[in-house]
Protein backbone atom coordinates (compact mmCIF):
# COMPACT_ATOMS: atom_id res chain seq x y z
CA UNK A 1 0.00 0.00 0.00
CA UNK A 2 1.12 3.61 -0.94
CA UNK A 3 -0.61 6.20 0.41
CA UNK A 4 0.02 8.91 -1.47
CA UNK A 5 0.28 7.31 -4.85
CA UNK A 6 1.28 10.98 -7.13
CA UNK A 7 3.96 11.91 -4.59
CA UNK A 8 5.61 8.78 -3.93
CA UNK A 9 5.60 7.22 -7.26
CA UNK A 10 6.57 10.36 -9.78
CA UNK A 11 9.79 9.89 -12.17
CA UNK A 12 12.89 11.02 -11.29
CA UNK A 13 12.74 14.07 -13.67
CA UNK A 14 8.94 14.97 -12.22
CA UNK A 15 10.51 15.34 -8.52
CA UNK A 16 13.50 16.97 -9.43
CA UNK A 17 10.99 19.66 -11.36
CA UNK A 18 8.68 19.77 -8.74
CA UNK A 19 11.61 20.34 -6.12
CA UNK A 20 12.97 23.37 -8.09
CA UNK A 21 9.74 24.95 -8.12
CA UNK A 22 9.30 24.36 -4.17
CA UNK A 23 12.96 25.33 -3.76
CA UNK A 24 12.93 28.68 -5.69
CA UNK A 25 9.89 29.59 -4.16
CA UNK A 26 10.92 29.22 -0.89
CA UNK A 27 14.22 30.74 -0.99
CA UNK A 28 12.34 34.00 -2.13
CA UNK A 29 10.07 33.00 1.20
CA UNK A 30 12.19 32.85 3.36
CA UNK A 31 14.78 36.09 1.99
CA UNK A 32 11.64 37.88 2.32
CA UNK A 33 10.03 37.10 5.39
CA UNK A 34 12.95 35.93 7.79
CA UNK A 35 15.85 38.65 8.69
CA UNK A 36 18.37 36.16 9.40
CA UNK A 37 17.89 34.51 5.95
CA UNK A 38 17.80 37.77 4.38
CA UNK A 39 21.25 38.84 5.90
CA UNK A 40 23.10 35.73 5.35
CA UNK A 41 22.29 35.64 1.68
CA UNK A 42 23.32 39.58 1.62
CA UNK A 43 26.70 38.95 3.14
CA UNK A 44 27.91 37.03 0.35
CA UNK A 45 26.14 38.70 -2.43
CA UNK A 46 23.15 35.71 -3.04
CA UNK A 47 19.92 36.76 -4.40
CA UNK A 48 17.13 33.98 -4.54
CA UNK A 49 17.00 34.50 -7.82
CA UNK A 50 20.19 33.03 -8.21
CA UNK A 51 19.29 30.08 -7.55
CA UNK A 52 17.57 28.49 -11.12
CA UNK A 53 18.67 25.07 -10.90
CA UNK A 54 18.73 22.49 -8.33
CA UNK A 55 22.10 22.33 -8.11
CA UNK A 56 22.43 26.03 -7.01
CA UNK A 57 20.97 24.98 -4.02
CA UNK A 58 24.86 24.87 -3.41
CA UNK A 59 25.42 28.36 -2.98
CA UNK A 60 23.19 28.42 0.12
CA UNK A 61 25.03 28.69 3.30
CA UNK A 62 24.23 25.95 5.75
CA UNK A 63 21.97 26.26 8.87
CA UNK A 64 23.46 25.18 11.94
CA UNK A 65 21.65 24.09 15.45
CA UNK A 66 23.09 27.21 17.20
CA UNK A 67 21.94 29.03 14.53
CA UNK A 68 17.91 28.44 16.16
CA UNK A 69 19.82 28.81 19.77
CA UNK A 70 20.75 32.32 19.14
CA UNK A 71 17.73 33.17 17.28
CA UNK A 72 15.40 31.48 20.72
CA UNK A 73 12.67 31.60 20.51
CA UNK A 74 10.48 32.99 17.26
CA UNK A 75 13.58 34.39 15.57
CA UNK A 76 13.80 32.45 12.54
CA UNK A 77 9.96 32.71 12.08
CA UNK A 78 8.59 34.04 8.87
CA UNK A 79 4.83 34.52 10.25
CA UNK A 80 2.99 36.88 12.87
CA UNK A 81 2.44 34.70 15.89
CA UNK A 82 -1.11 34.04 15.38
CA UNK A 83 -0.44 32.55 12.17
CA UNK A 84 1.15 29.75 14.27
CA UNK A 85 -1.09 26.85 15.98
CA UNK A 86 1.81 24.72 17.52
CA UNK A 87 5.36 25.42 19.42
CA UNK A 88 7.34 22.40 20.23
CA UNK A 89 11.35 22.48 21.27
CA UNK A 90 14.10 20.17 21.32
CA UNK A 91 15.68 19.99 24.70
CA UNK A 92 19.54 21.06 24.44
CA UNK A 93 21.93 19.40 26.55
CA UNK A 94 23.04 22.90 27.70
CA UNK A 95 21.10 26.26 28.18
CA UNK A 96 17.97 27.07 26.22
CA UNK A 97 15.93 24.44 24.05
CA UNK A 98 15.45 25.05 20.08
CA UNK A 99 12.26 26.47 19.20
CA UNK A 100 10.15 25.20 15.76
CA UNK A 101 6.76 26.52 14.74
CA UNK A 102 4.47 25.45 12.91
CA UNK A 103 1.17 26.96 11.03
CA UNK A 104 -1.98 25.02 9.87
CA UNK A 105 -0.53 23.85 7.14
CA UNK A 106 2.39 22.96 8.42
CA UNK A 107 0.42 20.61 11.03
CA UNK A 108 -1.08 19.21 7.83
CA UNK A 109 1.97 18.30 5.99
CA UNK A 110 3.50 17.09 8.88
CA UNK A 111 0.41 14.66 9.28
CA UNK A 112 0.46 13.93 5.95
CA UNK A 113 4.15 12.60 6.17
CA UNK A 114 4.06 10.75 9.05
CA UNK A 115 1.02 9.04 7.87
CA UNK A 116 2.90 8.15 4.23
CA UNK A 117 5.68 6.10 6.84
CA UNK A 118 3.03 4.38 8.38
CA UNK A 119 1.45 3.11 5.74
CA UNK A 120 4.98 2.19 4.29
CA UNK A 121 5.81 0.43 7.09
CA UNK A 122 2.52 -1.53 6.96
CA UNK A 123 -0.21 0.53 9.09
CA UNK A 124 -3.48 0.56 7.93
CA UNK A 125 -7.13 1.66 9.15
CA UNK A 126 -7.71 -1.30 10.60
CA UNK A 127 -4.35 -0.69 13.29
CA UNK A 128 -4.96 0.07 17.35
CA UNK A 129 -1.54 1.79 17.15
CA UNK A 130 0.01 2.98 20.67
CA UNK A 131 2.10 5.60 20.87
CA UNK A 132 4.70 5.41 23.70
CA UNK A 133 6.09 8.45 23.11
CA UNK A 134 6.07 11.84 24.92
CA UNK A 135 3.52 14.11 24.40
CA UNK A 136 4.88 17.52 25.31
CA UNK A 137 7.38 19.74 23.38
CA UNK A 138 9.17 16.40 22.32
CA UNK A 139 7.83 15.97 18.76
CA UNK A 140 7.59 12.23 19.09
CA UNK A 141 4.46 11.48 20.68
CA UNK A 142 2.03 14.46 18.95
CA UNK A 143 3.71 13.82 15.30
CA UNK A 144 3.10 10.44 15.23
CA UNK A 145 -0.50 10.49 16.57
CA UNK A 146 -1.09 13.20 13.90
CA UNK A 147 -0.11 11.14 11.31
CA UNK A 148 -1.81 7.75 12.45
CA UNK A 149 -5.07 9.57 13.01
CA UNK A 150 -4.96 11.08 9.93
CA UNK A 151 -4.82 7.59 8.48
CA UNK A 152 -7.85 6.62 10.75
CA UNK A 153 -5.93 3.89 12.41
CA UNK A 154 -6.94 3.82 16.25
CA UNK A 155 -4.45 5.48 18.32
CA UNK A 156 -3.89 5.35 21.76
CA UNK A 157 -1.88 8.13 23.42
CA UNK A 158 -0.07 5.94 25.93
CA UNK A 159 2.82 8.41 26.03
CA UNK A 160 6.22 7.49 27.22
CA UNK A 161 6.53 5.77 31.23
CA UNK A 162 5.04 3.48 33.53
CA UNK A 163 6.19 0.37 31.40
CA UNK A 164 3.70 -2.11 33.00
CA UNK A 165 0.53 -0.03 32.61
CA UNK A 166 2.04 0.24 28.84
CA UNK A 167 2.02 -4.01 28.53
CA UNK A 168 -1.26 -4.58 30.29
CA UNK A 169 -2.86 -1.53 27.52
CA UNK A 170 -0.94 -3.75 24.78
CA UNK A 171 -2.53 -6.59 26.10
CA UNK A 172 -6.25 -5.54 27.02
CA UNK A 173 -6.82 -3.28 23.92
CA UNK A 174 -5.14 -5.38 21.82
CA UNK A 175 -2.23 -3.13 20.22
CA UNK A 176 -0.96 -3.93 16.77
CA UNK A 177 0.93 -1.73 16.49
CA UNK A 178 3.71 0.01 18.79
CA UNK A 179 5.33 3.10 18.40
CA UNK A 180 8.50 3.87 20.66
CA UNK A 181 12.23 4.31 20.22
CA UNK A 182 13.94 1.29 19.66
CA UNK A 183 15.42 1.09 23.02
CA UNK A 184 12.20 1.03 24.69
CA UNK A 185 10.26 -1.74 22.86
CA UNK A 186 13.40 -3.71 23.43
CA UNK A 187 12.20 -3.19 27.37
CA UNK A 188 9.32 -3.57 26.86
CA UNK A 189 9.86 -6.82 25.23
CA UNK A 190 12.08 -7.40 28.22
CA UNK A 191 9.34 -6.59 31.15
CA UNK A 192 6.52 -8.51 29.39
CA UNK A 193 8.74 -11.92 29.66
CA UNK A 194 9.79 -11.28 33.38
CA UNK A 195 5.41 -10.52 33.91
CA UNK A 196 5.37 -13.92 32.51
CA UNK A 197 4.01 -12.83 29.12
CA UNK A 198 4.20 -14.92 25.81
CA UNK A 199 4.62 -13.54 22.24
CA UNK A 200 1.49 -14.95 21.62
CA UNK A 201 -0.48 -12.99 24.85
CA UNK A 202 -0.17 -9.91 22.01
CA UNK A 203 -1.59 -8.95 18.95
CA UNK A 204 1.46 -6.95 17.73
CA UNK A 205 1.81 -6.88 14.21
CA UNK A 206 4.35 -3.69 13.21
CA UNK A 207 7.03 -1.59 15.44
CA UNK A 208 7.52 1.85 14.45
CA UNK A 209 10.42 2.91 15.77
CA UNK A 210 12.59 6.01 15.62
CA UNK A 211 14.52 8.87 17.29
CA UNK A 212 17.56 7.32 17.81
CA UNK A 213 19.79 5.09 16.01
CA UNK A 214 19.38 1.53 15.98
CA UNK A 215 21.07 -1.37 14.39
CA UNK A 216 19.58 -4.57 12.30
CA UNK A 217 20.74 -6.53 15.13
CA UNK A 218 18.62 -4.73 17.64
CA UNK A 219 15.43 -4.54 15.50
CA UNK A 220 16.14 -8.32 15.05
CA UNK A 221 16.10 -8.90 18.89
CA UNK A 222 12.98 -6.82 18.93
CA UNK A 223 11.45 -8.71 16.92
CA UNK A 224 11.99 -11.80 18.82
CA UNK A 225 11.25 -10.52 21.84
CA UNK A 226 7.71 -8.70 20.82
CA UNK A 227 6.91 -10.93 17.74
CA UNK A 228 6.12 -8.03 15.56
CA UNK A 229 7.75 -6.54 12.25
CA UNK A 230 9.91 -3.70 13.00
CA UNK A 231 10.57 -0.48 11.05
CA UNK A 232 12.31 2.21 11.78
CA UNK A 233 11.85 6.11 10.58
CA UNK A 234 13.36 8.90 11.04
CA UNK A 235 12.84 12.87 11.76
CA UNK A 236 14.18 15.79 13.60
CA UNK A 237 12.57 18.95 15.33
CA UNK A 238 14.79 21.51 13.57
CA UNK A 239 12.95 20.12 10.02
CA UNK A 240 9.35 19.00 11.47
CA UNK A 241 9.94 15.90 13.82
CA UNK A 242 9.39 12.06 12.55
CA UNK A 243 8.16 12.09 9.21
CA UNK A 244 11.32 12.92 7.31
CA UNK A 245 11.80 9.60 6.40
CA UNK A 246 10.63 5.88 7.01
CA UNK A 247 11.26 2.06 6.18
CA UNK A 248 9.32 0.37 3.31
CA UNK A 249 8.08 -3.17 4.12
CA UNK A 250 11.74 -4.20 1.90
CA UNK A 251 13.48 -2.90 4.59
CA UNK A 252 16.22 -1.03 1.87
CA UNK A 253 16.21 2.25 3.76
CA UNK A 254 14.61 4.78 4.71
CA UNK A 255 12.15 6.34 1.91
CA UNK A 256 12.36 10.15 1.78
CA UNK A 257 9.95 12.64 1.55
CA UNK A 258 11.43 14.26 -1.03
CA UNK A 259 8.41 16.56 -2.11
CA UNK A 260 9.06 17.84 1.27
CA UNK A 261 12.33 17.44 2.29
CA UNK A 262 15.33 17.97 0.12
CA UNK A 263 18.28 15.87 0.96
CA UNK A 264 22.36 16.70 0.35
CA UNK A 265 24.98 14.02 1.84
CA UNK A 266 28.30 16.10 2.34
CA UNK A 267 31.51 15.54 4.05
CA UNK A 268 31.10 16.72 7.24
CA UNK A 269 34.41 18.37 7.69
CA UNK A 270 35.33 19.93 4.30
CA UNK A 271 32.01 20.18 3.39
CA UNK A 272 32.20 19.23 -0.03
CA UNK A 273 28.94 17.27 -1.76
CA UNK A 274 29.04 13.40 -1.87
CA UNK A 275 27.92 11.06 -4.72
CA UNK A 276 25.28 8.70 -4.54
CA UNK A 277 26.04 5.66 -1.75
CA UNK A 278 28.82 7.60 -0.10
CA UNK A 279 28.20 8.11 3.90
CA UNK A 280 28.60 11.49 4.88
CA UNK A 281 26.56 14.24 6.93
CA UNK A 282 22.73 14.74 6.27
CA UNK A 283 21.51 18.24 5.28
CA UNK A 284 17.69 19.03 4.61
CA UNK A 285 16.47 21.69 3.31
CA UNK A 286 12.65 21.81 3.96
CA UNK A 287 10.71 22.97 0.27
CA UNK A 288 7.07 23.22 1.90
CA UNK A 289 7.46 24.98 5.50
CA UNK A 290 5.48 27.96 6.28
CA UNK A 291 5.87 28.57 10.02
CA UNK A 292 9.58 28.56 10.25
CA UNK A 293 11.66 27.74 6.49
CA UNK A 294 14.26 26.28 7.03
CA UNK A 295 17.48 25.88 4.71
CA UNK A 296 20.65 23.68 3.98
CA UNK A 297 20.26 22.43 7.94
CA UNK A 298 23.09 20.47 8.95
CA UNK A 299 21.64 17.34 10.71
CA UNK A 300 25.02 15.99 12.03
CA UNK A 301 23.35 12.72 11.18
CA UNK A 302 25.80 10.09 9.02
CA UNK A 303 24.48 8.00 6.47
CA UNK A 304 24.17 7.70 2.47
CA UNK A 305 21.78 7.87 -0.22
CA UNK A 306 20.19 5.79 -2.83
CA UNK A 307 18.03 7.20 -5.96
CA UNK A 308 17.15 3.91 -7.48
CA UNK A 309 13.70 3.27 -7.41
CA UNK A 310 12.81 0.62 -4.93
CA UNK A 311 10.99 -2.56 -5.43
CA UNK A 312 7.86 -1.57 -3.39
CA UNK A 313 6.71 0.51 -5.91
CA UNK A 314 7.97 3.72 -4.72
CA UNK A 315 10.34 6.19 -6.43
CA UNK A 316 11.44 8.44 -3.31
CA UNK A 317 14.85 8.80 -2.72
CA UNK A 318 16.45 6.72 0.07
CA UNK A 319 18.43 7.39 3.16
CA UNK A 320 20.15 4.23 4.91
CA UNK A 321 19.87 3.85 8.50
CA UNK A 322 21.84 6.40 10.48
CA UNK A 323 25.29 5.18 11.11
CA UNK A 324 25.68 8.10 13.85
CA UNK A 325 25.70 12.06 14.61
CA UNK A 326 29.15 13.15 13.92
CA UNK A 327 29.10 14.40 16.86
CA UNK A 328 28.62 11.23 19.03
CA UNK A 329 31.72 9.90 16.37
CA UNK A 330 34.36 8.85 19.36
CA UNK A 331 38.24 9.34 18.25
CA UNK A 332 39.89 6.69 20.18
CA UNK A 333 43.32 6.80 20.08
CA UNK A 334 43.29 8.20 16.43
CA UNK A 335 40.66 5.44 15.85
CA UNK A 336 37.18 6.83 14.48
CA UNK A 337 34.34 4.18 16.69
CA UNK A 338 30.81 4.80 16.07
CA UNK A 339 28.58 3.55 19.19
CA UNK A 340 26.57 1.57 16.03
CA UNK A 341 29.52 -0.51 15.60
CA UNK A 342 29.81 -1.49 19.36
CA UNK A 343 26.33 -1.90 18.99
CA UNK A 344 26.09 -4.79 15.77
CA UNK A 345 28.76 -6.84 17.37
CA UNK A 346 27.30 -7.15 20.78
CA UNK A 347 23.30 -7.76 19.60
CA UNK A 348 24.74 -10.34 17.33
CA UNK A 349 25.41 -12.85 20.88
CA UNK A 350 23.40 -14.65 21.56
CA UNK A 351 24.81 -14.21 25.85
CA UNK A 352 23.91 -10.62 26.25
CA UNK A 353 20.54 -9.13 26.29
CA UNK A 354 21.11 -5.72 24.30
CA UNK A 355 22.14 -3.22 26.84
CA UNK A 356 25.16 -1.62 27.30
CA UNK A 357 26.93 1.09 28.20
CA UNK A 358 30.09 2.97 26.46
CA UNK A 359 32.66 4.66 28.38
CA UNK A 360 35.64 6.50 27.38
CA UNK A 361 38.56 7.55 29.57
CA UNK A 362 42.06 8.51 29.50
CA UNK A 363 44.28 6.99 31.46
CA UNK A 364 48.70 7.93 31.99
CA UNK A 365 47.81 10.29 28.38
CA UNK A 366 45.88 7.02 26.72
CA UNK A 367 42.72 6.68 25.32
CA UNK A 368 40.77 4.10 27.42
CA UNK A 369 37.48 2.25 25.69
CA UNK A 370 35.02 0.32 28.11
CA UNK A 371 32.19 -1.53 27.58
CA UNK A 372 29.88 -2.66 30.16
CA UNK A 373 27.76 -5.14 28.90
CA UNK A 374 24.88 -6.75 30.72
CA UNK A 375 24.00 -10.43 30.88
CA UNK A 376 21.12 -12.11 29.33
CA UNK A 377 21.38 -15.02 31.95
CA UNK A 378 22.35 -14.47 35.62
CA UNK A 379 23.53 -18.44 35.49
CA UNK A 380 26.34 -17.56 33.57
CA UNK A 381 27.99 -15.73 36.13
CA UNK A 382 28.33 -18.99 38.32
CA UNK A 383 30.91 -20.27 36.59
CA UNK A 384 34.05 -17.94 36.14
CA UNK A 385 35.71 -19.94 33.19
CA UNK A 386 32.72 -19.53 31.19
CA UNK A 387 32.76 -16.10 31.92
CA UNK A 388 35.89 -15.09 31.08
CA UNK A 389 35.79 -16.93 27.83
CA UNK A 390 32.55 -14.91 26.98
CA UNK A 391 34.98 -11.64 28.14
CA UNK A 392 37.55 -12.54 25.44
CA UNK A 393 34.86 -13.32 22.83
CA UNK A 394 33.31 -10.07 22.87
CA UNK A 395 36.67 -8.51 23.17
CA UNK A 396 38.02 -9.93 20.23
CA UNK A 397 34.81 -9.24 18.13
CA UNK A 398 34.62 -6.08 18.73
CA UNK A 399 39.02 -5.91 18.21
CA UNK A 400 37.93 -7.58 14.71
CA UNK A 401 35.34 -4.45 13.98
CA UNK A 402 36.98 -1.33 15.68
CA UNK A 403 40.51 -2.61 15.34
CA UNK A 404 41.07 -0.93 18.58
CA UNK A 405 41.23 -3.19 22.01
CA UNK A 406 38.43 -2.50 24.62
CA UNK A 407 37.85 -3.15 28.15
CA UNK A 408 34.69 -5.71 28.59
CA UNK A 409 32.61 -5.33 31.65
CA UNK A 410 29.97 -8.14 32.61
CA UNK A 411 27.28 -6.99 34.72
CA UNK A 412 24.23 -9.22 36.15
CA UNK A 413 20.98 -8.93 34.54
CA UNK A 414 18.91 -5.77 34.30
CA UNK A 415 21.75 -4.01 36.32
CA UNK A 416 21.73 -1.28 33.59
CA UNK A 417 19.67 2.01 33.54
CA UNK A 418 16.69 1.06 31.28
CA UNK A 419 14.90 4.50 29.29
CA UNK A 420 11.51 5.58 28.09
CA UNK A 421 13.10 8.00 25.56
CA UNK A 422 16.21 7.85 23.95
CA UNK A 423 18.93 5.93 25.44
CA UNK A 424 22.28 7.73 26.81
CA UNK A 425 24.88 4.41 25.77
CA UNK A 426 27.85 6.95 25.72
CA UNK A 427 30.18 8.50 28.57
CA UNK A 428 32.94 10.38 27.54
CA UNK A 429 35.22 11.33 30.45
CA UNK A 430 38.17 12.69 28.53
O1 LIG B 1 13.66 12.48 17.60
C1 LIG B 1 12.02 13.17 15.99
C2 LIG B 1 11.48 11.79 15.93
C3 LIG B 1 10.56 11.38 16.85
C4 LIG B 1 11.88 10.93 14.93
C5 LIG B 1 10.03 10.12 16.77
C6 LIG B 1 11.36 9.65 14.83
C7 LIG B 1 10.43 9.24 15.77
P1 LIG B 1 14.71 15.27 17.91
O2 LIG B 1 14.39 15.04 19.34
O3 LIG B 1 14.89 16.66 17.43
O4 LIG B 1 13.56 14.68 17.01
O5 LIG B 1 15.98 14.42 17.58
C8 LIG B 1 16.47 14.35 16.27
O6 LIG B 1 17.33 12.13 16.67
O7 LIG B 1 19.00 14.31 14.40
C9 LIG B 1 18.92 11.93 14.95
O8 LIG B 1 20.19 12.12 15.52
C10 LIG B 1 18.05 11.16 15.94
N1 LIG B 1 17.12 10.29 15.22
C11 LIG B 1 15.83 10.48 14.94
N2 LIG B 1 15.31 9.40 14.30
C12 LIG B 1 16.33 8.51 14.15
C13 LIG B 1 16.47 7.22 13.55
C14 LIG B 1 13.15 13.39 16.96
N3 LIG B 1 15.46 6.57 13.00
C15 LIG B 1 17.67 13.44 16.22
N4 LIG B 1 17.70 6.64 13.58
C16 LIG B 1 18.18 13.25 14.81
C17 LIG B 1 18.74 7.26 14.14
C18 LIG B 1 17.48 9.09 14.73
N5 LIG B 1 18.68 8.47 14.73
Not at 8 to 26: A, F, P, S, V
Not at 387 to 402: E, F, G, M, S, W
Request: net charge neutral; proline share 4%.
Amino acid sequence: MIYNKLAETMTRREMRDLQLDRLKKTVKYAYKEVPFYQKKFDSIGLKPSDIKTLKDIEKIPFTVKSDLRDNYPYGLSAVPMDKIVRIHASSGTSGKPTVVLYTKNDIETWSECVARLAVAAGCTEKDIVQVCFGYGLFTGGFGLHYGLEKLNAAVVPASSGNSERQIMLMKDFGTTALVSTPSYALYLGELAERLGYTKSDFKLRTGLFGSEASTPEMMKLIEEKLGLHPTNNYGLSEIIGPGVSGDCLEDCGMHINEDHFYPEIIDGETEEIKGEGEYGELVLTALTKEGMPILRYKTRDVTRLFYEPCKCGRTTTRMDRIKGRSDDMLIIRGVNVFPSQIESVLMAMGEVAGHYEIIVKRENFMDILEVCVELKDASLLENYANLDLLRQKIRHNLKTVLQIDTIVKLVEPLTLKRYEGKAKRVTDLR
